[in-house]
């Protein structure tokens, strides 16, 4: 009787999962349409098409678009500007438990505040193999700087590469043709998941369910074969 519960807990542990991680999937796609929205009203206001959403507990804490040109900065990235936002709006620089969304990978620049910010996730569509802070340079997923100074910066965040990545190119086409065919004619961004860059080692929701549930199973087959007390 004790098997066949803990066999039944541990299946349904892993459905919860599983329906969990559609659940994130399905926000995760959400804020990315809504840089996407973000994006093109960046680009009508004659800056580059970029947007960032941060989040926290499934509500959105910021968002921004980039405002290089308007505040005659080069620092206002999409992301600095959703940073600093969020920042004021939680009264804290630490960001820990948001996700940053953006319809392209994170610059250098961007990706060190996002590590310093202590951000727990970072998700994006289209690559940037020239500028990304992951692709070109692996400062989201470069661990020496919590060993360094575990003080300001946490372990890495998880990065979620490649969502909605056709759509987001497609948006981007649409919005600002020139920059677009600029950007395509230079490589700048790829309409492709992260492939080949190590990933900070994390077990999903799912994966822990299915380990309930192996040992769920090892746990009947002792007992079937009277090498188990349980009843």
Not at 132 to 158: C, H, K, M, Y
Not at 203 to 223: Q, T, V
């Given at each position: 009787?004790?098997?066949?519960?803990?066999?039944?807990?541990?299946?349904?542990?892993?459905?919860?999962?599983?329906?969990?991680?559609?659940?994130?999937?399905?926000?995760?796609?959400?804020?990315?349409?809504?840089?996407?929205?973000?994006?093109?009203?960046?680009?009508?206001?004659?800056?580059?098409?970029?947007?960032?959403?941060?989040?926290?507990?499934?509500?959105?804490?910021?968002?921004?678009?980039?405002?290089?040109?308007?505040?005659?900065?080069?620092?206002?990235?999409?992301?600095?500007?959703?940073?600093?936002?969020?920042?004021?709006?939680?009264?804290?620089?630490?960001?820990?438990?948001?996700?940053?969304?953006?319809?392209?990978?994170?610059?250098?620049?961007?990706?060190?505040?996002?590590?310093?910010?202590?951000?727990?996730?970072?998700?994006?569509?289209?690559?940037?193999?020239?500028?990304?802070?992951?692709?070109?340079?692996?400062?989201?997923?470069?661990?020496?700087?919590?060993?360094?100074?575990p003080e300001v910066f946490v372990?890495?965040?998880?990065?979620?590469?490649?969502?909605?990545?056709?759509?987001?190119?497609?948006?981007?086409?649409?919005?600002?043709?020139?920059?677009?065919?600029?950007?395509?004619?230079?490589?700048?961004?790829?309409?492709?998941?992260?492939?080949?860059?190590?990933?900070?080692?994390?077990?999903?929701?799912?994966?822990?369910?299915?380990?309930?549930?192996?040992?769920?199973?090892?746990?009947?087959?002792?007992?079937?074969?009277?090498?188990?007390?349980?009843?």
């Amino acid at each position: 009787m004790l098997c066949k519960k803990l066999f039944c807990a541990a299946v349904e542990s892993m459905i919860d999962a599983v329906m969990e991680g559609k659940a994130l999937q399905f926000f995760d796609e959400r804020m990315m349409r809504r840089c996407f929205a973000l994006a093109a009203r960046s680009a009508k206001q004659g800056e580059y098409p970029y947007g960032a959403v941060v989040t926290r507990n499934g509500e959105i804490v910021a968002e921004a678009t980039n405002r290089v040109a308007s505040d005659h900065d080069i620092t206002r990235h999409a992301e600095i500007v959703a940073l600093a936002a969020a920042q004021q709006r939680l009264g804290s620089t630490d960001l820990s438990g948001c996700t940053i969304y953006s319809n392209v990978e994170p610059c250098a620049l961007c990706s060190y505040a996002i590590r310093e910010s202590r951000l727990a996730r970072v998700v994006f569509a289209l690559r940037s193999p020239v500028m990304g802070g992951v692709s070109r340079w692996n400062i989201l997923n470069d661990r020496g700087l919590s060993t360094a100074i575990p003080e300001v910066f946490v372990q890495p965040p998880e990065v979620v590469p490649g969502v909605l990545a056709e759509e987001a190119d497609a948006t981007l086409r649409q919005v600002a043709p020139f920059a677009w065919a600029f950007i395509r004619a230079h490589g700048l961004l790829l309409v492709e998941p992260l492939n080949g860059v190590s990933q900070p080692a994390r077990r999903s929701h799912a994966l822990i369910g299915l380990l309930w549930l192996m040992r769920a199973l090892r746990l009947a087959l002792s007992n079937r074969f009277g090498r188990c007390d349980g009843k």
